[in-house]
T-cell receptor, first 112, second 115 residues
């Protein structure tokens, strides 16, 4: 079945270091979304990418959608303790537009 | 901030009990979802609804059932809870956007523990 994998599963960084998580889908995605879940919290939508090769920035966060629309990445420049949490990518199941399959997630720990 | 509410926040219950997890949203969203998440793991879709009287099972098999009698309300019921049902249950909603995958708004979740 359709799978969405993320690497790494866990990353520990010193505050100020950069961080990247990679998302890989077994199938081509029409679009991809990213969510952040703080420890003990619920997922919160960050961004959606639609176009092949698209790059979007939100302050220190840079999101990229691969040319083949099967992979994506999230890069955080100069991490802060507020960046702590699990980052999930998510894409639509098969041809459905409203059923999301979530990636395995990357837990980011930031040491002050 | 999203206006989607789940109760209870935490529930500890014995095996065999019937439970209902409540989820309500005040945003007028037509679509609602239930996801199940074990600690440190990804979210799995167990139920979804595209509108009143419309419910479908998700891709993770679940013994729970749902109903959608009102647009704003999407409760999840377990007729007989078992320890294997212990998990976090997250409710979400979205608004139709004409074809593009919509972003989800999540509630705070219900952490269910079945003893």
């Amino acid at each position: 079945g359709q799978q969405v994998m993320q690497i790494p599963q866990y990353q520990h960084v010193q505050e100020g270091e950069d961080f990247t998580t990679y998302c890989n889908s077994s199938t081509t995605l029409s679009n991809i979304q990213w969510y952040k879940q703080r420890p003990g919290g619920h997922p919160v939508f960050l961004i959606q990418l639609v176009k092949s090769g698209e790059v979007k920035k939100q302050k220190r966060l840079t999101f990229q959608f691969g040319e083949a629309k099967k992979n994506s990445s999230l890069h955080i420049t100069a991490t802060q303790t507020t960046d702590v949490g699990t980052y999930f990518c998510a894409g639509p199941y098969g041809g459905a537009t409203n059923k999301l399959i979530f990636g395995t997630g990357t837990l980011l720990a930031v040491q002050p | 901030e999203a206006d989607i509410y789940q109760t209870p926040r935490y529930l500890v219950i014995g095996t065999g009990k019937k439970i209902t997890l409540e989820c309500s949203q005040t945003m007028g969203h037509d679509k609602m979802y239930w996801y199940q998440q074990d600690p440190g793991m990804e979210l799995h879709l167990i139920h979804y609804s595209y509108g009143v009287n419309s419910t479908e099972k998700g891709d993770l098999s679940s013994e729970s059932t749902v109903s959608r009698i009102r647009t704003e309300h999407f409760p999840l019921t377990l007729e007989s809870a078992r320890p294997s049902h212990t998990s976090q249950y997250l409710c979400a909603s979205s608004k139709s956007s004409g074809g593009l995958t919509e972003k989800l708004f999540f509630g705070s979740g219900t952490q269910l523990s079945v003893l």
